[in-house]
């Protein structure tokens, strides 16, 4: 079975801190996502990675960055964290090719006070 | 406007009910529909499959996808409380390149399937 775990559960921080969100698969899977979902606006695509190294933006990539060193790992980073950015964040992950299945992790519940 | 949209419900059934769930979309160039499962405090798993337009039956679940009318629909027969989820509907289009995986999701309609 593939496997996508985060870091976190659940985290609380502080306006204006930096917050980095893990993400790891254990299947060799090229491409990795990372979305946010909020009540009404269902999943939203913040950045996805296609390989290592590479990434691209998604819709809402402003406020944030990533880092894809290792195949398996794909981080989120909010460089200066802020209240707009309490979210459920969500990583994903599919190998490349025509499948379109993607792998979900469990989800970071992100509070930013 | 949204590329998908769907309503968010909640919608609240009683179990045996044939549940209807809905997306309508406006990107004409979508050609992979998916409906997505998440049950509370998990991500979403992928349910059903469907390219282009068509049926598609697993078990009680039947996909079903109006390309002319930009219209997916996911039916489920003899709801069961275990049905309880968010059901969220994805799609993308047939684009390659970096873009090539890239899925658009609907908002996701919140479903309770009581005893």
């Known amino acids: 079975d593939v496997k996508v775990t985060q870091s976190s559960r659940y985290l609380v921080k502080r306006t204006g801190e930096k917050v980095f969100l893990e993400c790891v698969q254990d299947m060799d899977h090229e491409n990795m996502f990372w979305y946010r979902q909020d009540p009404g606006l269902g999943l939203r695509l913040i950045y996805f990675s296609y390989d290592v190294k590479m990434k691209e933006k998604g819709d809402i990539p402003e406020g944030y960055s990533v880092s894809r060193e290792k195949k398996e790992r794909f981080s989120l980073i909010l460089e200066s964290a802020s209240t707009n950015q309490t979210s459920m964040y969500l990583c994903?992950?599919?190998?490349?090719?025509?499948?379109?299945?993607?792998?979900f992790g469990p989800g970071t519940r992100l509070t930013v006070l | 406007q949204k590329e998908v949209e769907q309503d968010p419900g909640p919608l609240s059934v009683p179990e045996g009910a044939i549940v209807s769930l809905n997306c309508t979309y406006s990107n004409s160039a979508f050609q992979y529909f998916m409906w997505y499962r998440q049950y509370s405090r998990k991500g979403p798993e992928l349910l059903m499959y469907?390219?282009?337009?068509g049926n598609k039956e697993d078990g009680r679940f039947t996909a079903q996808v109006d390309k002319s009318s930009k219209y997916i629909s996911l039916f489920i027969r003899d709801s069961q409380p275990s049905d309880s989820a968010t059901y969220l509907c994805a799609m993308r289009s047939n684009a390659g390149g970096t873009s090539y995986g890239k899925l658009t999701f609907g908002q996701g309609t919140i479903l309770t399937v009581h005893p």
């Open positions: 994903a992950s599919r190998k490349g090719g025509s499948t379109d299945t993607q792998y």
């Open positions: 469907t390219y282009s337009s």
